[in-house]
């Protein structure tokens, strides 16, 4: 891949969305990939701090959490993002659960990725997010027309994941058929926060019409979780939460195709999420911006200069700073270069990475990984890149 002055010199594609895309509905469709934002960041007074692991009386580290993944095929390039910035509350560490260690300082010096859900053809998996114990990691599978939530749990951070279970419908039984909904799961995996966006029909400015945001929650990790009646704001695609739950990230939009990077905040978990604001420092266009617990690093999926989309870490100098630029030394997942433009079809063709989502000490990084080839089903598959 090539690099100006340091900096990707990336495009915005003409129709990528996050969790719920046109393209999602059908995984072999080839209009357009895009993440959603899965970004998790505390409040300016810092995060709550770790509660004791049942049974074990150690305290753990927290996570930040990642939500969305992509649909359809490549498409074309039409402009480049803006930027945009305002100050944002800065992380706390530490939450509940077992299992894990602490938060730590946050790098992208990750390993090789390693497969842990191979593609099934005529399913897209996104909307990827984890606990803070490393021991349940969610997301959405879009088949048969329908999406369906799924979990992989385990009882050892060191150990596989066992197979996928499928959470009981009814708790976004809210969603139309058109919708998907979005997901983020709190650190001590108590609560999951959701929004569903109609990604068929444009509203009036040419974009997507907000959702309510709405919380399935559960007494215990042993239970099922319910959805709770009461509605806790208005978010759009690719919701997630910090780790204190008092601010909300999503990619909006509400006003275009080319998704701002937003968040809103609260001051009490009761309340609903005030009004959208700017993440500080990232452009349009950043797919699932995802915080890691030092506040300091947030990991996001960009337009990378081959025109697919790649796994970067932002970093700041402060909690209440904005973020830098990323350059070529911030990609966080090593990205394959394999695009090809065949100006004589609407597919652009290779393999992008979406929807971050980090353990809570920051030693796990896990993505999906989408890839269109000509003549076959576009594949999305499941990463992790230890460090």
Not at 309 to 316: A, H, L, P
């Amino acid at each position: 891949m090539t690099f100006h002055d340091d900096f990707w010199v990336g495009c915005v594609l003409a129709v990528t969305l996050g969790c719920g895309s046109n393209g999602d509905k059908n995984p072999s469709a080839t209009g357009g990939d895009g993440g959603g934002s899965g970004a998790t960041a505390g409040s300016e007074a810092g995060g709550t701090s770790g509660d004791t692991a049942g049974g074990s009386g150690t305290s753990t580290g927290g996570s930040s959490h990642g939500g969305s993944g992509v649909g359809g095929g490549g498409g074309k390039t039409i402009g480049v993002g803006g930027t945009s910035g305002t100050s944002a509350g800065a992380a706390g560490a530490g939450a509940a659960g077992a299992g894990a260690a602490g938060a730590g300082t946050c790098t992208n010096a990750f390993g090789t990725p390693e497969l842990i859900v191979a593609d099934t053809p005529g399913v897209l998996r996104q909307c990827l997010t984890v606990t803070g114990d490393d021991l349940e990691l969610f997301y959405e599978e879009r088949r048969d027309g329908a999406a369906h939530v799924m979990v992989m749990k385990r009882s050892d951070r060191n150990a596989a994941f066992g197979a996928a279970t499928e959470l009981d419908s009814s708790i976004w039984s809210w969603c139309t058929p058109v919708e998907d909904p979005s997901l983020d799961v709190s650190d001590d995996g108590l609560r999951l926060y959701l929004t569903c966006v109609d990604t068929d029909t444009p509203n009036g400015d040419g974009g997507y019409t907000s959702s309510a945001i709405r919380v399935a929650d559960r007494p215990t990790r042993a239970a099922e979780f319910s959805l709770n009646p009461t509605a806790f704001g208005i978010g759009n695609v690719s919701l997630s939460v910090s780790q204190d739950e008092l601010t909300a990230f999503w990619s909006d939009f509400s006003e275009s195709v080319t998704p701002r990077s937003v968040m809103a905040t609260r001051a009490s978990k009761t309340e609903p999420f005030g009004s959208l604001v700017p993440i500080p420092g990232l452009q349009d266009n950043v797919r699932n911006p995802e915080l890691a617990n030092d506040a300091l690093h947030l990991f996001g999926s960009i337009e990378l200069s081959d025109k697919m989309y790649g796994v970067v870490m932002f970093t700041r100098t402060t909690p209440s700073a904005s973020f830098a630029p990323v350059t070529a030394a911030d990609l966080a997942v090593e990205h394959p270069v394999d695009t090809v433009d065949d100006p004589n079809t609407s597919t652009l063709e290779g393999t992008s990475d979406y929807s971050p989502t980090v353990s809570g000490d920051c030693s796990s990084l896990y993505f999906m990984r989408r890839t269109v080839t000509s003549g076959a089903s576009p594949t999305s598959e499941i990463f992790v890149a230890k460090r």
